[in-house]
């Protein structure tokens, strides 16, 4: 057995072990870890009761629940199942080809509106006025400008600031940010369930980080008991963010990417 082991069956092991390491990670970031090890334990039963000890009866049966199961899986996680095919559609040298055709004066001009948001949030945390700014990157987040009001402005300070200002309607909701204009705000986003969230975070830092899982948003929060700045991205957040910090990672997901 071991002499018919070759090149291609080391690629296939590499193949399915790069696959699993992304799922596992996918999983690890929005929270269902458990859910991952459920599957895994699974299948390692179908193997054993299928392909090692010939159990018929439970073989066949655990055969049915495979094919349900897959279904089942893809329901559950159609947002995550969504983010790895962009991810896999716009890596690498995709990105770098946009880049290379990509002039100073659009970069100077999504800078600007960078730097907008920047002074909006700054302003916003002297003030501890609460908000949460989301930025759209590769994946469209048309389902959720939709549980909000639909805007369509240019991006400027005035106007971020009146939006969550205290007792504005919108106050509560979060502004989504695509192509450098402001969509949408009073949108509803996915609350994270991690439970390894800090308990002084409150529910804008949960629906952050929530639509970060789900998503490759960029989101921003500006906390209202604190005025401290936060920043979710790929399913982790980063708290007391500065203003050069703010500015350095928006500039570097949204700009350079």
């Known amino acids: 057995m071991l002499f018919n082991f070759g090149i291609k069956d080391i690629i296939d092991i590499l193949i399915i072990s790069l696959l699993l390491f992304y799922i596992y990670r996918m999983m690890k970031n929005s929270g269902t870890l458990s859910l991952f090890y459920g599957v895994l334990v699974f299948f390692a039963v179908w193997v054993l009761a299928s392909e090692i000890f010939d159990m018929r009866l439970t073989g066949t049966i655990l055969d049915k629940f495979m094919s349900i199961g897959l279904i089942i899986l893809v329901i559950l996680f159609q947002d995550q199942i969504k983010r790895f095919l962009i991810d896999i559609g716009s890596h690498g040298k995709l990105r770098y080809f946009k880049r290379l055709f990509k002039h100073q004066q659009n970069n100077d001009a999504e800078h600007s509106k960078v730097m907008a948001v920047v002074y909006a949030c700054m302003s916003m945390s002297k003030s501890k006025t609460g908000a949460l700014i989301v930025f759209q990157r590769k994946m469209p987040l048309d389902n959720f400008e939709k549980t909000g009001d639909?805007?369509?402005?240019?991006?400027?300070?005035?106007?971020?600031?009146?939006?969550?200002?205290?007792?504005?309607?919108?106050?509560?909701?979060?502004?989504?940010?695509?192509?450098?204009?402001?969509?949408?705000?009073?949108?509803?986003?996915?609350?994270?369930?991690?439970?390894?969230?800090?308990?002084?975070?409150?529910?804008?830092?949960?629906?952050?980080?929530?639509?970060?899982?789900?998503?490759?948003?960029?989101?921003?929060?500006?906390?209202?008991?604190?005025?401290?700045?936060?920043?979710?991205?790929?399913?982790?957040?980063?708290?007391?963010?500065?203003?050069?910090?703010?500015?350095?990672?928006?500039?570097?997901?949204?700009?350079?990417?």
């Open 150 to 257: 639909i805007i369509d402005a240019d991006i400027n300070v005035r106007l971020i600031e009146n939006i969550f200002f205290k007792n504005s309607p919108l106050h509560d909701g979060a502004m989504i940010i695509a192509d450098h204009r402001i969509k949408a705000a009073g949108c509803i986003l996915p609350v994270s369930h991690d439970m390894n969230i800090p308990k002084e975070l409150g529910l804008r830092h949960r629906a952050a980080l929530g639509m970060s899982q789900v998503t490759d948003a960029v989101c921003v929060i500006v906390s209202e008991e604190t005025g401290g700045i936060s920043v979710a991205k790929d399913g982790a957040i980063t708290v007391r963010v500065s203003a050069p910090e703010l500015e350095k990672i928006l500039s570097n997901s949204l700009i350079a990417s």
